[in-house]
């Protein structure tokens, strides 16, 4: 009876210390996906939101390999982010996970938008970008303090926006996809590159006159070649330029040359030296990338980049060309939201009216689209 009673209390005492060991080990367990939610990283690029999966619906129906999207999404221009997300969304049967960069003062306006609409099935996450980073990296023009949109700079920083991916694609906020997104991720890059650009001197973008820079499609037209650190670099000055706007990075290759810090330090001589063209009439984050990618990066199909849709109000391709086209980009003044636009009307299938109503279409005939 006695030795009876010795096991019963032998496996009682197991019991709680099994018990004691699977609680211990929950709530480390926890703590770690606490972290790995909330920590923000050096940068200041801090995860908000995420859905973590796709309805069983849709998941049963698209291919489980993940592609990850990295788009910027400021107040001003949410719509533009909107109609790029969901016309990728529409067009593929992959697994695209969105990775949305923002400011703190769109994250609640981006999320309405997002979970009261159509798009409530997108995987996406919601990064907070810092400004701070770019302190003592960008020449401020106190006449012109808000000419300078952070936002347009979270593309050096994409391994930070998605650490554990291995190749991600960047697309800008005036972008509309019209073939699966799987075809642009799946471009080759050849051994050492980082990334995949459309060069400017491609068959649908030769030699086109930019406002205020003339012919601005080789190095020339970006970087000051009076300047004695860039013709140190030995870069030919009639090299043709590339597109920034929509490429595929290789986030390994970008990790081992550290890619990041080498644009930073472009950025920060630039500030010190004004290293870039005086005539540029284009986005100031293209320079120090033309820099860093001379003769190293690979080329996407032209057709996955036919830009310049927004560089003037007239339409400067066909109807044909652009239906074949399988990504449209408005770069330039002339946006697909604003008042006057080439083929706003194919950007305009896409877009996703806001819930809130703050951001709304600006049209010559608002009475027509009201109608619709």
Known sequence: MTLRKVNI???????????????????????????????????????????????????????????????????????????????IYRNTRSNVVFYIVTLNDTVDHLRLWLRNTALKNL???????????????????????????????????LPNLVPHAEKAIYVDDDVIVQD?????????????????????????????????????YNYIGFLDYKKETIRKLAMKANTCSFNPGVFVANLTEWKLQNITK???????????????????????????????????????????????????AGKRYSPQFVKAAKLLHWNGHFKPWGRTASYAEVWEKWYVPDPTGKFSLIRRHPEAYEAK
């Open 9 to 87: 209390s032998i496996l009682v005492a197991a019991v709680v210390i099994f018990l004691l060991v699977l609680h211990h080990n929950f709530l480390g367990l926890s703590d770690l996906l606490k972290r790995e939610l909330t920590d923000s990283n050096p940068l200041g690029l801090q995860p908000i939101d995420f859905i973590p999966a796709a309805p069983q619906r849709l998941t049963d129906e698209r291919n489980d390999r993940e592609i990850s999207v990295v788009i910027a999404a400021s107040d001003e221009r949410l719509g533009g982010a909107i109609a790029a997300m969901n016309s």
């Open 123 to 157: 995987r996406y996450h919601i990064l907070n970008f810092d400004p701070r980073v770019l302190e003592g990296k960008v020449q401020v023009d106190p006449q012109k303090a808000d000419s300078i949109k952070p936002l347009t700079f979270a593309r050096f920083y």
């Open 262 to 312: 080498q644009l930073e330090k472009w950025m920060t001589l630039n500030v010190a030296e004004e290293l870039y063209s005086r005539t540029l009439a284009g986005s100031i984050t293209t320079p120090p990338l033309l820099i860093v990618f001379y003769k190293q990066h690979s080329s996407i199909d032209p057709l996955w980049n036919v830009r310049h849709l927004g560089s003037n």
């Open 180 to 216: 699966d997104i799987l075809e642009l991720y799946n471009t080759p890059l050849k051994p050492g590159h980082a990334a995949a650009f459309s060069d400017d001197c491609d068959s649908t973008t030769n030699k086109v006159a930019v406002r205020g820079a003339g012919n601005q």
